[in-house]
């Protein structure tokens, strides 16, 4: 089976670096999306990773080790703003689109 | 503005009921999906779409229908067979892989369904 795994909260402070690991074990892999989802919304595209290394784009960036099976996502200067879950999920197979697996979400919490 | 729009938002209907969830996009995309979120659970793939008259089951197909036949428009039917279909349903698109183009998904606001 798939499986993706994700902390289920953390608890940040503002102002600080906060990183959320993500660990698969899938039948194939095609890359690594972060999502961001506030409560009752939808998620929104963070990043995209394919080939091992750190992504970085503005105050979060993205890192993959293909032969570990880990990403991480790190945010920087938190903001009260960042409180939200962040999805992590693999696309399994080149040229084929149903099959993005979803981890179950980490929720995070900035306070003051 | 090009985006996903997903109506209602808020959706209430009586057990043993079919009901239709809409969502239409008009970034061009290619291909369009179906999830499920329930709390404490990853997102579920109901359905999925790359091309227009085409649709493949996901993983929780169950209970569920839809149709494909205007590249904008994705429909889900819920229909009186899921058992458990009080969630909030996500609607997303994206662009075809091998086409060379970014192929992240993109999701609606989402329609929050409860049955009872």
């Known amino acids: 089976g798939q499986n993706i795994d994700q902390p289920t909260e953390m608890t940040a402070t503002e102002g600080a670096i906060v990183q959320i690991n993500c660990t698969y074990q899938?039948?194939?892999?095609?890359?690594l999306f972060w999502y961001q989802q506030h409560a009752g919304e939808a998620p929104t595209f963070l990043s995209y990773?394919?080939?091992?290394g750190l992504e970085e784009k503005g105050r979060f960036s993205s890192f993959l080790s293909r032969s570990k099976g880990y990403s991480y996502l790190l945010l920087k200067e938190l903001k009260m703003k960042d409180s939200a879950s962040y999805l992590c999920?693999?696309?399994?197979?080149?040229?084929?689109?149903?099959?993005?697996?979803f981890g179950k979400g980490t929720k995070l919490s900035v306070k003051p | 503005d090009g985006g996903i729009t997903q109506s209602p938002k808020y959706l209430f209907r009586k057990e043993g009921q079919n009901v239709t969830l809409s969502c239409e996009q008009n970034?061009?995309?290619?291909?369009m999906y179906w999830y499920r979120q329930d709390p404490g659970q990853g997102l579920r793939l109901i359905y999925y779409?790359?091309?227009?008259?085409?649709?493949q089951k996901g993983d929780i197909a169950e209970g569920y229908s839809v149709s494909r036949e205007k590249k904008e428009s994705f429909p889900l039917t819920v229909t009186s067979a899921q058992k458990n279909p009080t969630a909030f349903y996500l609607c997303?698109?994206?662009?075809?892989?091998?086409?060379?183009?970014?192929?992240?998904?993109?999701f609606g606001p989402g329609t929050r369904l409860t049955v009872t």
């Open positions: 997303a698109s994206s662009f075809r892989s091998g086409t060379g183009r970014s192929y992240e998904q993109y």
């Open positions: 899938t039948s194939g892999f095609n890359g």
């Open positions: 990773n394919v080939l091992d």
């Open positions: 999920a693999v696309k399994l197979r080149w040229g084929s689109q149903g099959n993005l697996i």
């Open positions: 970034l061009n995309h290619d291909a």
């Open positions: 779409s790359q091309i227009v008259n085409d649709f």
